[in-house]
Each structure stands twice: as C-alpha cells, then as structure tokens.
C-alpha cells in the first residue's frame, strides 16, 4: 500500500496556491489522474460514499472529473449496473462496511468492473487491508491501493470544516450516555484535522486552550477538556504520519491553535453586517444557493433559478466581506457606471426615469432595465444577481427594524448598555420579531451568566415574551460560558474581593479600525487570538503547546508580525451613531476591502511570508471569524487557514443550543 503525493513543502514561501487550490490538485492530479498511465481503460466510473462525494464537490467541478477521464459518477450504497469493460476509481471512507461492499463488487466470476483503484480518505487499519490481500480474485483485480489522508471539506481558499454538525452536543452536552460519542467524535474530528496538514505537506506546532477549571478548589468537567483532547489526538495522528508519509516534515512548520466555542458566544449569535453574513442570516439559503428571480421567457411572469454564492463569481469575492451599505453602494455605482458607458441602457433609463421622481431608479427599476437588455446578459447577468440579493436584504433590514436591534447588540457587547436599557427595548418596542429578541437575550446571557441564572433571567425572558423552547437556547448559554462558576469540589465557597463594580462590556474597542461603517465595530475575538499566534504571545496560562518549539522554526516575519495591533491599543469610547436612517462613513476610509482589487488578495501576484497560521474552532466557526482570516492574511501577510467541526449562520447555532443538556458530568463520571 502506497501514500503517493507530491511534496507540498512552501520552501519558505514558494507555494502560492490557495488552500482550496491544493485540496483540488491533489483530488485531480494524485487520485484522478495518477490512474490515467497505468490503466488501459479511456473511461473510467468514481464510486465514492456519502462523505467522499462532499469533499469532493467542495473543491471540484463535474467538469473537472470529466477532464481527467470520469464518466460515470456512482453512489457506493446503491445498487449499480455491472460495466466489467471499464475500470473503477473507488475513493471512500477506510470502514469495514465499506471494504465489504468493496469486496462484493470485485469478487466472484463476474466483477462490476475490470480493474479497481482504491483511494482511502484517511489511514486504513491493517486487518481491512488483510481482508483485500487475502482474496487471491479480487487482489488481481486492483490497480492501486492508497491512502489520500484527505477527509475534510474545503469550504473556502481559507476554510474547512470537518463535517461535525453536532459536535455542540455530543462534546457539551455533558451525560453520561454521551460518553462514547464524546470520545468517537473527538477521535473522528483529530483524524480529519490531520489529513489538511498531510494535504499541506506541514507539520504543526499544536497549541490549545487548557481546561480554566484545574484547579484545587473546582472539578473539572469533560466539556473544559475538549480542546486538551483533540490537540492530543491531532497531535499522535500526526506523529504517526511523519514516518508514514514520504517528506513529511520533521520538524515543525507552522502553527496550529485549537480552541473551542467558550472562547466568543457572541460571536455565532449577534448580527454581523458584512454581506456574507447578512446572505446566509436574513435570506435563509441553503448552503451557499440562492434562489433567483428571473423573467419567463415569454415575458409574463418570473421563474425561479437556482444560482451558488461561490468563488466563481467574482463580484461575489469582491462584495462579501464589506459592510452590507458599501456593498450596495458600489452595485449602485457599477449599474451607473455600465450605463454611462452604454447607448442603449441609457435609453432604457431615460424610459424608466420618466416614471420616477427626480429620474432615480429603484434597484427593482434598474433591474428591470438590465433584464431588457440581453444583448448584454452575459456581461450584467452577476450584477443583476447581487442587485437583486441586496435590495432583499434592505427590505427585510428595515422590516425588522435591524438597525435598531444591531445598535443595541453592540452596545451591550462594548459596555455601552446593560439590564436597564434592554429591559426598556422590551418594553417599549413591541415592533421587533421574538427571534430577534431571543438573539439579544442571548448576548446579555454571554456577557452577565450570572444574571441570567437568577430571577432576573426569568424575569427577562418572560418580557421578551420568549417561548419555553427559546428559554432552553438562553439557559443553555451556560454551556459555553468561558467564565462560568463551577461546583465546589469541597462543598466550600469561592471569595472574590471587588473593590469597585466594572464595565460589563466583553470587548475593547479599536482605533481606527473597521468603524467606517454604522454597526461595523464588533470583531470576533479570534481576531486578537489569531494576532497574538502570529507575534507568539498567546498567555501561557490560558495556551499550552505540545511541545517546545525549536528556535529555528519560528519563521516569524519581524516586518509583519512583531508591529502593535491596533487591537491592543488602550480603548476608547466610539459608540456607533447615525442620522435619518443612513449609512454614515468617511468617503476617504480604508477597511481592506474599500477598493475593486480585492480579487487581487486571492491570486497568486499576493506574496504570502512566513509560516501558514492554522485554527480550528471545535463547536462551529462563524462567518465573521472566517472573514478575519481573510483580512488578517493580508494584513500579517502568512496564510491564514480556519478550520471547525460546521460552519454555523445564527438560526443553525441557536437550534443547536437548543439540543444541549445541561446535566453536569464530571471528570469522575467518565473514564478518559
């Protein structure tokens, strides 16, 4: 059995391909194609199983596997027509059901197919390897066998997750029927960790968030040792692949820190106001499709089209990660400049202003006048799309009064409002829908747990009006709490001196930074965690690595990394404000996206320095914090890659939370 891949070693900084970009290389060039020279077969079937099909789709066109000589796509599980003169590409999870099945196509008189080529997604075990070896019939009949190490889903050229979707309650929900999944979820989730770092040819420094409940006078429960456990498990997955996998690195090559969702719940629950974000919370997709409404054919009525939200769509790039306002102003700006530039959509905007006061167009209007143009289609038909989405997105913004409801989330979060003010929104705005006052709850459970566990909690929800089934998402808050006051391990009491009552606010606020736009100051806490990896300062009473890094492998780039963040300047007070409604900034400000060369950041010509930066949030990454690995990417200049068990909008975060118990299980219920 073979681990064939190309060496993928940056050379400092000789590799430039995107994350995404090497994930689909090795699918096409490794697997794929490397069964083109030894196969005599043109055509050949790929049967892959329910998770490989996702993996592959995430970094794969259909056109991309019919280019390297795939006709057939198949389902492992169902029943398949017998083709025995074509050969097989089997690229599947390493389980014993599946070999099974494996078996049962090649054995016998008369195969499914001519010749078999295995691929297995993550390291296989010796005895389903055995049980191939030992059949005489079907050992002839495979061309390779192979392990991929790729069993993740490249969700983005800077993300992945790991396919855990319910890792939030099999790893906190802390019973003890869940202590088998507990312990087969962390095992599954380290396994597909350490198939990105075989992927990326890189062998990690690991670091994690340790327990902040070991101590003398408390227990430690199990939901405090996941990051502990996972980084334990990542890390002997990896030691087994520096003598497994040919030029794998021995020495460490750049950084990976794991922490859990404890370390921001605000973060998955407040309203972010990139257009990203804004996409997935309000305009309830799936996954990235949207649904688009496009004129019939006969012009009578609209039909429904099916478009992705991906990296194929360069507007898309462009627009995603700016402020919702500044996006719609440059769709604005870009319908202007076409039709300046155009005869005839300047004869459909003279028909349209003519029934419009002052001859400004609506962007249903300007719409409309594009679609009258299909001589042009192909060069308007993404800017038709994004217009569409973002005159949704302001309709259902205003009809939900989110502006208001924003402004009061970030106050809370920076220590600008509290109890009373939340309680008098309450009270006197009966116009704002449940869901968003369950989300404000939420926010003040994250910043005063100790309030909400009190009569005053109750008290709160039930003005809010929330349901019983909301009131569980709230109490279930506690179960990420970083700062939660656990039991007494003595049955005693913990003293706290307070000499005076602080600000409740849980972050500081940064000069100059990402505040051109109303509601665009609240920034995830990984921003700073990620700053602090890159300069080496994470505290090490709170972040422990496995192992002492060797002084030659830091790769720190002293012009980038070792400058002050404005993060870390002292805070200052910068409460969002705004007049009549509007979206106020300086025209003249700079956010990192305020220009149309953002596509620029994603090619090639963006020289990455220094070691490549990996986290791996376990219970959900959110949209925002993989926008930060954007944005600090090109600020540190090193490859910021984020990593999670699920990618998680609000609605799909809170339904989780939901499914949590809270019955506490400590670490003597359970043997680790």
Not at 299 to 318: I, M, N, Q, R, Y
Request: aromatic share 6%; charged share 30%.
């Amino acid at each position: 059995m073979s681990s064939d891949s190309d060496s993928f070693s940056r050379g400092g900084g000789a590799d430039h391909r995107s994350f995404r970009q090497i994930t689909r290389d090795r699918l096409l060039n490794e697997m794929l194609k490397s069964t083109r020279s030894s196969s005599r077969s043109t055509w050949k079937v790929l049967i892959m199983d329910k998770l490989t099909v996702k993996i592959i789709s995430n970094s794969c066109t259909m056109t991309d596997i019919t280019e390297q000589g795939v006709s057939l796509v198949e389902d492992l599980y169902k029943r398949r027509q017998p083709l025995p003169s074509l050969d097989a590409i089997y690229f599947m999870q390493p389980t014993q059901e599946n070999v099974c099945i494996f078996m049962s196509d090649m054995s016998g008189k008369h195969p499914l197919y001519k010749k078999a080529y295995i691929f297995f997604s993550s390291p296989v075990q010796k005895e389903l390897v055995d049980q191939i070896k030992n059949n005489s019939k079907v050992l002839t009949r495979v061309g390779a066998l192979s392990e991929m190490n790729l069993e993740y889903f490249a969700i983005d050229s800077q993300g992945f997750v790991t396919d855990h979707d319910k890792a939030l309650e099999e790893l906190f929900t802390e019973s003890l029927e869940g202590s088998m999944k507990y312990n087969s979820c962390i095992n599954t989730m380290a396994t597909r960790i350490a198939t990105v770092f075989a992927s990326m040819r890189e062998f990690p420094r690991v670091h994690y968030r340790v327990a902040r409940t070991i101590d003398a006078s408390t227990l430690t429960t199990v939901r405090d040792l996941v990051p502990t456990k996972l980084a334990a498990s990542v890390w002997n997955c990896l030691a087994r692949y520096k003598s497994a996998i040919p030029e794998f690195p021995q020495t460490e090559t750049c950084e990976l820190l794991i922490v859990d969702r404890s370390i921001d719940q605000i973060a998955p629950i407040i309203h972010e106001w990139t257009y990203d974000a804004m996409c997935h919370d309000l305009l309830c997709m799936d996954g990235n499709k949207y649904v688009q409404e496009v004129p019939s054919k006969n012009g009578s009525a609209t039909e429904k089209k099916e478009v992705l939200l991906e990296d194929h769509d360069p507007l898309w790039l462009e627009l995603r990660h700016i402020h919702v306002a500044d996006a719609n102003e440059r769709l604005h700006e870009k319908m202007t400049n076409f039709i300046s530039k155009n005869k005839a959509a300047q004869l459909q905007k003279a028909r349209f202003g003519q029934q419009t006061r002052g001859g400004e167009l609506s962007a249903k209007e300007m719409q409309k006048m594009v679609q009258a143009l299909p001589q042009y289609s192909d060069q308007i038909d993404k800017l038709s799309l994004h217009v569409e989405i973002a005159d949704k997105l302001f309709e259902i913004i205003k009809q939900q009064n989110l502006k208001d409801v924003g402004q009061l989330e970030q106050d809370l979060v920076f220590g600008d409002a509290g109890t009373k003010e939340l309680i008098d929104f309450f009270r006197t705005r009966r116009d704002i829908s449940h869901e968003n006052k369950l989300r404000l709850l939420m926010v003040y459970a994250a910043i005063n747990p100790e309030k909400i566990q009190s009569d005053k909690g109750g008290k709160l929800m039930q003005l809010a009006g929330l349901s019983a089934d909301d009131m569980i998402a709230v109490k279930n808050m506690r179960c990420l709490c970083a700062h939660d006051t656990k039991k007494s391990s003595t049955g005693g009491f913990t003293m706290k001196f307070e000499l005076r009552k602080k600000k409740r606010g849980i972050r500081k606020e940064r000069i100059g930074e990402d505040s051109t736009w109303m509601l665009s100051r609240f920034y995830p806490i990984l921003e700073e965690l990620i700053e602090k990896l890159s300069k080496g300062e994470l505290p090490k009473d709170e972040y422990h690595c496995m192992s002492e890094p060797s002084s030659s492998s830091r790769g720190f780039s002293s012009s980038s990394s070792a400058r002050a963040s404005p993060a870390h300047q002292p805070a200052q007070s910068m409460r969002s404000k705004w007049t009549g409604g509007t979206w106020a900034r300086p025209r003249n400000s700079d956010d990192g996206y305020s220009s149309d060369s953002v596509l620029k950041h994603t090619s090639s010509d963006m020289r990455k320095l220094g070691q490549r930066l990996f986290i791996f949030i376990v219970g959900g990454a959110t949209r925002s914090e993989l926008r930060a690995a954007h944005k600090l990417s090109s600020k540190l200049k090193r490859d910021i890659i984020l990593g999670s068990s699920s990618l998680d909008d609000p609605p799909k975060f809170i339904t989780k939370l939901k499914m949590l118990s809270t019955e506490e299980l400590t670490l003597d219920d359970l043997q680790i």
